[in-house]
């Protein structure tokens, strides 16, 4: 348990290995995951390479943690216990009630970077891995197809850094072929403690190293998982399909890798539910089916194809091209005898009234209420039934070369990828509903993204390797345009657009005083272009659009630490300020059915971090961490949304995280128990502004026991049975909430996304 790269906590410790994980791409591509080299491939680059990695991960998943990852969890979910994350999706379905899937030291999803093998898997349209513009039930990746993951805080190296990485990235390593064959089937189920169940299948095949095609590895795997969720009227059914293969090249010394995986998803997602209805009828309310509900078929995809070389003893490079898609198809349903009310309550789906529908002034299309009645009995029952579509794709490329000169690693590099998105929106009688022109169309959207970028950075290396200094720069340009056909939400049709370039630097030093211990500091600036939603207002309401005046935001981000490694144990300690600028802010307007994009000020995130992992007797291993964050806006400023004062907190940002927990492995037994700490947090209004409540704090428990037998037949080789315990004491506790209304209106109340409670679950594993 006190190897290296065993811990959660602890990313790389050996420096000698850290050094071809980063400074050389060849090893680096799949080190992380699956044993992937061959005909000693690592130690020919060890031979050659002299440097350590200029910026390592503040926290790592690593492969065991992920092998033994509960059947309940998801591809987020497993990063729980990393210091300073929060988070807010559920179950394996990924599902969510808001556009906010996670939080990393105060920021949300869709301001942090998220990759695959390094290639960005964001929605680069709304930005965030899933859960922006009302995509609550996609499953990008699942557990089975990563091998760990890596999480990364702050402004980092260019090379490190992706998309949106205001507050950080995280990237998931794919799982790779091993060089030894063999398949493997598993089963699993389990059951929440008052509601729902489920039932997982799979099997996964690897070939092994084939001396016959050079050491080609292929790895196939195939999982199921349908899930009744713990709220009501809730469920969420799975098909994952993944490939890996390597094949070695120039006797190893190059390498062609293939990744593709894709996911799909049926789910009826969870709404978010007035407070005081969970209070009457339980953790586990949703309105009835015959009141509204909110269905969704989605399907997403990732391809990578990748090269890398050693080039020479000086030189390693590496290219890889990629394609992700993601699909989402949701209807939502309101019975029109309601009204849009319930129980006192506004339904989660609106219908559009007759008065309503019939344009606000000149400004939209008419809404034909005679042909609505005619169909459908009345004109409300028209509309009963939102269909939206929102299909997005990426298309690109990166390359990179690192020069691996005496006491210096040079590696300059670059991306280039091209977006595309279709958006659509319509309301109907019946489903399927339709989306077309006449009275049901609310809008059919072409977006587009062009981006590329390139970086060049430094690794200096110093006092025999003591001291490190790592200068780079990325420069980049964002090129974005949206076009709408004229349809209710626009009068008139057009399309805007804009492009955006600026420069990200960074520096950092690291010093070594003695072996174990490491002093750290960096200061980058990260920047985001704006979302499409920038240009939603901007068509429609005149012949000629209007134009766009949403700034980038960005973060200027210090980072400071020490760190600690030996066989006694690990610690970590970072203090970090991070300046947010141009926050963008979101209004939704109920007269024009558009949503506004603006900018709403600076705000300082300041925090500090604590992790430390302690071998304790023979195979046990205590880990704790805390992460302290006191996210608050710095200016005065006065929006859409209302007014935002100087000190206001920032919403959905837990003052604090910790987490405690005792790990064991020794002869094939594994078992780790874990408590989770999430501090209290201010809500917002749905108006955007962040409003006087707050969730409380919460803990949770986890449990769970694995035990590896390595049978004596000749065709079983192994049987693994595992049992998982999540929230072993069923505590009740809010994930996420916000206050119905605006501030200062009457008839505000809270809606809340309730968390998961207890969960028992058993899985079954052999391996022929």
């Given at each position: 348990?006190?190897?290296?790269?065993?811990?959660?906590?602890?990313?790389?410790?050996?420096?000698?290995?850290?050094?071809?994980?980063?400074a050389?791409?060849?090893?680096?591509?799949?080190?992380?995951g699956?044993?992937?080299?061959?005909?000693?491939?690592?130690?020919?680059?060890?031979?050659?390479?002299?440097?350590?990695?200029?910026?390592?991960?503040?926290?790592?998943?690593?492969?065991?943690?992920?092998?033994?990852?509960?059947?309940?969890?998801?591809?987020?979910?497993i990063l729980?216990?990393?210091?300073?994350?929060?988070?807010?999706?559920?179950?394996?379905?990924?599902?969510?009630?808001?556009?906010?899937?996670?939080?990393?030291?105060?920021?949300?999803?869709?301001?942090?970077?998220?990759?695959?093998?390094?290639?960005?898997?964001?929605?680069?349209?709304?930005?965030?891995i899933?859960?922006?513009?009302?995509?609550?039930?996609?499953?990008?990746?699942?557990?089975?197809?990563?091998?760990?993951?890596?999480?990364y805080?702050?402004?980092?190296?260019?090379?490190?850094?992706?998309?949106?990485?205001?507050?950080?990235?995280?990237?998931f390593?794919?799982?790779?072929?091993t060089?030894a064959?063999?398949?493997?089937?598993?089963?699993?189920?389990?059951a929440?403690?008052?509601h729902?169940?489920?039932?997982?299948?799979?099997?996964?095949?690897?070939?092994?190293?084939?001396?016959?095609l050079?050491?080609?590895?292929?790895l196939?795997?195939?999982?199921h998982?349908?899930?009744?969720g713990?709220?009501?009227h809730?469920?969420?059914?799975?098909?994952s399909?993944?490939?890996?293969?390597?094949?070695?090249?120039?006797?190893g010394?190059?390498?062609?890798?293939?990744?593709?995986?894709?996911?799909?998803?049926?789910?009826?997602?969870?709404?978010?539910i007035?407070?005081?209805?969970?209070?009457?009828f339980?953790?586990?309310?949703?309105?009835?089916?015959?009141?509204?509900?909110?269905?969704?078929?989605?399907?997403?995809?990732?391809?990578?194809?990748?090269?890398?070389?050693?080039?020479?003893?000086?030189?390693?490079?590496?290219?890889?091209?990629?394609?992700?898609?993601?699909?989402?198809?949701?209807?939502?349903?309101?019975?029109?005898?309601?009204?849009?009310?319930?129980?006192?309550?506004g339904l989660?789906?609106?219908?559009?009234?007759?008065?309503?529908?019939?344009?606000?002034?000149?400004?939209?299309?008419?809404?034909?209420?005679?042909?609505?009645?005619?169909?459908?009995?009345?004109?409300?029952?028209?509309?009963?039934?939102?269909?939206?579509?929102?299909?997005?794709?990426n298309?690109?490329?990166?390359?990179?070369?690192?020069?691996?000169?005496?006491?210096?690693t040079?590696?300059?590099?670059?991306?280039?990828?091209?977006?595309?998105?279709?958006?659509?929106?319509?309301?109907?009688?019946?489903?399927?509903?339709?989306i077309?022109t006449?009275?049901?169309?609310?809008?059919?959207?072409?977006?587009?993204?062009?981006?590329?970028?390139?970086?060049?950075?430094?690794?200096?290396?110093?006092?025999?390797?003591?001291?490190?200094?790592?200068?780079?720069?990325?420069?980049?340009?964002?090129?974005?345009?949206?076009?709408?056909?004229?349809?209710?939400?626009?009068?008139?049709?057009?399309?805007?657009?804009?492009t955006?370039?600026?420069?990200?630097?960074?520096?950092?030093?690291?010093?070594?005083?003695?072996?174990?211990?490491?002093?750290?500091?960096?200061?980058?600036?990260?920047?985001?272009?704006?979302?499409?939603?920038?240009?939603?207002?901007?068509?429609?309401?005149?012949?000629?659009p209007?134009?766009?005046?949403?700034?980038?935001?960005?973060?200027?981000?210090v980072?400071?630490?020490?760190?600690?490694?030996s066989?006694?144990?690990?610690?970590?300690?970072?203090?970090?300020?991070r300046?947010?600028?141009?926050?963008?802010?979101?209004?939704?307007?109920?007269?024009?059915?558009?949503?506004?994009?603006?900018?709403a000020?600076?705000?300082?995130?300041?925090?500090?971090?604590?992790?430390?992992?302690?071998?304790?007797?023979?195979h046990?291993?205590?880990q704790?961490?805390?992460?302290?964050?006191?996210?608050?806006?710095?200016?005065?400023?006065?929006?859409?949304?209302?007014?935002?004062?100087?000190?206001?907190?920032?919403?959905?940002?837990?003052?604090?995280?910790?987490?405690l927990?005792?790990?064991?492995?020794?002869?094939?037994?594994?078992?780790?128990?874990?408590?989770?700490?999430?501090?209290?947090?201010?809500?917002?209004?749905?108006?955007?502004?962040?409003?006087?409540?707050?969730?409380?704090?919460?803990?949770t428990?986890?449990?769970?026991?694995?035990?590896?037998?390595?049978?004596?037949?000749?065709?079983?080789?192994?049987?693994?049975?595992?049992?998982?315990?999540?929230?072993?004491?069923?505590?009740?506790?809010?994930?996420?909430?916000?206050?119905?209304?605006?501030?200062?209106?009457?008839?505000?109340?809270?809606l809340?996304?309730?968390?998961?409670?207890?969960?028992?679950?058993?899985?079954?594993?052999?391996?022929?």
């Amino acid at each position: 348990m006190n190897s290296k790269g065993k811990g959660l906590f602890g990313g790389v410790s050996a420096l000698g290995l850290g050094v071809v994980m980063i400074a050389s791409p060849l090893t680096a591509a799949h080190a992380q995951g699956d044993d992937s080299t061959d005909n000693g491939q690592p130690v020919q680059i060890k031979k050659v390479v002299k440097t350590v990695p200029p910026e390592r991960a503040v926290a790592t998943v690593s492969k065991a943690k992920v092998e033994h990852t509960s059947p309940s969890s998801n591809l987020l979910s497993i990063l729980k216990n990393v210091p300073g994350f929060n988070v807010l999706s559920s179950g394996p379905g990924n599902l969510l009630t808001s556009d906010t899937a996670f939080t990393l030291n105060g920021f949300n999803s869709s301001e942090v970077g998220t990759t695959f093998d390094g290639v960005p898997i964001i929605n680069t349209f709304l930005g965030g891995i899933y859960g922006q513009g009302d995509d609550h039930a996609v499953t990008p990746l699942t557990v089975g197809q990563i091998s760990n993951v890596q999480v990364y805080s702050g402004a980092n190296t260019p090379q490190q850094n992706s998309l949106d990485s205001l507050g950080g990235n995280i990237n998931f390593s794919p799982k790779m072929p091993t060089k030894a064959p063999g398949v493997d089937v598993n089963v699993g189920g389990g059951a929440y403690a008052k509601h729902g169940d489920m039932s997982t299948v799979g099997v996964q095949a690897n070939s092994g190293a084939l001396q016959s095609l050079n050491g080609f590895k292929v790895l196939a795997r195939y999982d199921h998982t349908d899930t009744n969720g713990f709220q009501q009227h809730v469920y969420a059914h799975v098909n994952s399909y993944y490939l890996a293969a390597v094949q070695p090249l120039d006797q190893g010394l190059t390498q062609l890798s293939l990744i593709v995986a894709h996911n799909d998803e049926k789910a009826q997602m969870p709404e978010m539910i007035p407070s005081a209805l969970i209070d009457q009828f339980g953790s586990d309310y949703q309105y009835p089916t015959d009141v509204a509900r909110n269905w969704v078929d989605s399907h997403a995809t990732h391809v990578i194809l990748g090269l890398n070389s050693l080039l020479n003893p000086m030189a390693v490079g590496g290219f890889k091209v990629f394609y992700n898609q993601t699909k989402n198809d949701r209807t939502a349903y309101a019975n029109p005898i309601y009204n849009n009310s319930y129980l006192g309550y506004g339904l989660p789906t609106h219908l559009k009234s007759s008065s309503a529908l019939n344009g606000y002034g000149n400004n939209f299309n008419i809404y034909n209420a005679a042909l609505a009645t005619q169909m459908f009995g009345s004109a409300a029952a028209g509309t009963q039934y939102q269909h939206y579509i929102d299909n997005y794709h990426n298309f690109g490329a990166k390359i990179h070369l690192s020069l691996l000169l005496p006491s210096n690693t040079v590696t300059v590099g670059g991306m280039a990828m091209q977006a595309k998105e279709l958006s659509e929106e319509g309301w109907y009688g019946s489903k399927p509903a339709p989306i077309s022109t006449g009275y049901n169309a609310a809008w059919v959207e072409h977006d587009g993204r062009n981006y590329w970028d390139a970086y060049a950075q430094d690794n200096m290396s110093l006092l025999k390797g003591r001291l490190h200094i790592y200068p780079g720069v990325k420069y980049a340009q964002v090129s974005m345009f949206a076009a709408d056909d004229p349809a209710y939400y626009y009068y008139y049709g057009g399309s805007t657009g804009k492009t955006f370039t600026y420069a990200e630097p960074s520096i950092g030093v690291t010093f070594s005083p003695a072996k174990p211990v490491e002093l750290y500091a960096n200061y980058g600036r990260t920047y985001k272009a704006p979302n499409i939603s920038a240009i939603y207002s901007l068509i429609g309401s005149t012949p000629m659009p209007q134009p766009i005046t949403v700034k980038p935001e960005y973060v200027d981000s210090v980072d400071a630490g020490i760190r600690y490694s030996s066989a006694f144990g690990k610690f970590s300690a970072a203090v970090y300020d991070r300046h947010f600028t141009h926050i963008f802010s979101y209004s939704y307007s109920n007269v024009t059915g558009v949503t506004q994009e603006y900018n709403a000020g600076t705000a300082d995130y300041k925090g500090f971090t604590l992790a430390a992992e302690k071998p304790l007797l023979d195979h046990f291993l205590l880990q704790a961490n805390y992460g302290y964050t006191n996210a608050k806006y710095t200016k005065d400023f006065t929006g859409d949304n209302g007014t935002v004062t100087a000190g206001m907190w920032r919403a959905d940002v837990p003052e604090y995280t910790a987490n405690l927990g005792l790990a064991y492995e020794n002869a094939g037994w594994y078992g780790d128990l874990s408590s989770h700490f999430v501090g209290r947090q201010y809500i917002a209004y749905n108006g955007g502004t962040t409003s006087d409540t707050t969730i409380p704090a919460y803990e949770t428990v986890d449990l769970k026991v694995a035990y590896t037998w390595k049978t004596p037949g000749a065709m079983v080789k192994k049987l693994k049975v595992a049992a998982y315990i999540d929230n072993l004491l069923d505590k009740k506790y809010i994930a996420y909430a916000y206050v119905q209304g605006k501030a200062g209106a009457t008839g505000n109340y809270e809606l809340v996304q309730e968390g998961a409670p207890r969960f028992a679950g058993v899985t079954l594993t052999a391996s022929f």
